[in-house]
């Protein structure tokens, strides 16, 4: 039996043990997938202890996820030009990382919500983390604008700068989107989980748009129900990226491909 893990400070409300255990059962992969909370100031050490004994591979969540790039030996280019790493592989001495948050993301919209990105203009709100690690998947589908609109407009800009000859990004303020509309709006910033409400000028979906917050089991967030008070028809939040992130892992490590459909719709929690 190899052993797998998610690691994460708190862990104790995380799907991936599920997820991972549906995957393992449906494709008799012989592994147990556990928690493990690490100490904040004990993330290596947690890392290390469970490598000695045994452990084959991890998810790391928050906050661990910029420790587990510093401990990397061999990050995938997803890993380094997010600066943060989702998937741990262990090979001897060395450690594989991975980020797989945007391509889960890019799968769900793509596969499971069947909305092309090839050709729209999409805006993603917000600046932080979730923002780097969705740029580079969603520009290999070649849409044809990937605006990044942040609270500070200086992060957004930032971006441009450390993207530059990976994609080509328009950014700014919200206030700078007035008169722009967008086939694909993401929220990536962290206002799913507060009651905060984006200041998006009116206009800002286009006819027929997707609204996708990528929090997940919130139910309808601020920038869901502002969406839908712009008529947007078409919203997700974030279960479908969770399990398509969970997907790819588990395909790294054990090279086999799971089926997501059943797993997500065990997820989903209604938006209302
Ligand atoms: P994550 O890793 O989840 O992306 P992060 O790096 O802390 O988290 O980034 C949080 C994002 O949510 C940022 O883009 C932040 O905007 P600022 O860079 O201007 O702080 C955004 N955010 C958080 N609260 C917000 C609010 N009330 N209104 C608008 N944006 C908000």
């Given at each position: ?124 709100c917000g600046a932080g983390g979730a923002t780097r690690g969705a740029i580079v998947p969603i520009a290999a589908q070649r849409p044809a604008l990937i605006a990044i609109a942040n609270r500070s407009a200086d992060k957004a800009h930032g971006l441009k700068t450390d993207f530059a000859g990976h994609a080509a990004l328009q950014t700014g303020g919200y206030e700078d989107l007035a008169g722009e509309s967008f086939d694909v709006v993401l929220n990536a910033t962290s206002t799913g989980l507060s009651q905060a ?76």
């Amino acid at each position: 039996t190899d052993r797998y893990a998610v690691i994460g400070h708190p862990i104790s409300h995380s799907k991936s043990p599920l997820i991972h255990g549906l995957f393992a059962q449906a494709t008799g992969q012989d592994i147990t997938y556990t928690a493990i909370e690490a100490p904040l100031d004990g993330f290596r050490a947690t890392v290390e202890a469970f490598r000695a004994s045994g452990g084959r591979g991890m998810n790391v969540t928050l906050p661990f996820k910029l420790q587990a790039f510093e401990i990397a030996t061999d990050p995938m280019e997803s890993a380094r030009l997010a600066g943060a790493v989702n998937a741990l592989k262990f090979d001897g001495e060395r450690i594989h990382a991975q980020n797989f948050d945007g391509l889960g993301l890019v799968n769900d919209i793509q596969r499971n919500l069947g909305v092309s990105l090839a050709g729209k203009r999409v805006l993603i709100c917000g600046a932080g983390g979730a923002t780097r690690g969705a740029i580079v998947p969603i520009a290999a589908q070649r849409p044809a604008l990937i605006a990044i609109a942040n609270r500070s407009a200086d992060k957004a800009h930032g971006l441009k700068t450390d993207f530059a000859g990976h994609a080509a990004l328009q950014t700014g303020g919200y206030e700078d989107l007035a008169g722009e509309s967008f086939d694909v709006v993401l929220n990536a910033t962290s206002t799913g989980l507060s009651q905060a409400e984006l200041p998006l000028p009116a206009g800002v979906f286009a006819p027929g748009a997707l609204a996708y917050e990528l929090v997940y089991g919130k139910g309808l967030t601020p920038f869901l129900r502002q969406a839908q008070a712009a008529g947007v028809t078409q919203i997700a939040d974030g279960v479908g990226m969770l399990v398509e992130q969970a997907a790819e892992a588990f395909e790294w490590w054990r090279g086999v491909r799971p089926v997501t459909r059943p797993v997500i719709d065990q997820l989903t929690v209604p938006l209302v």
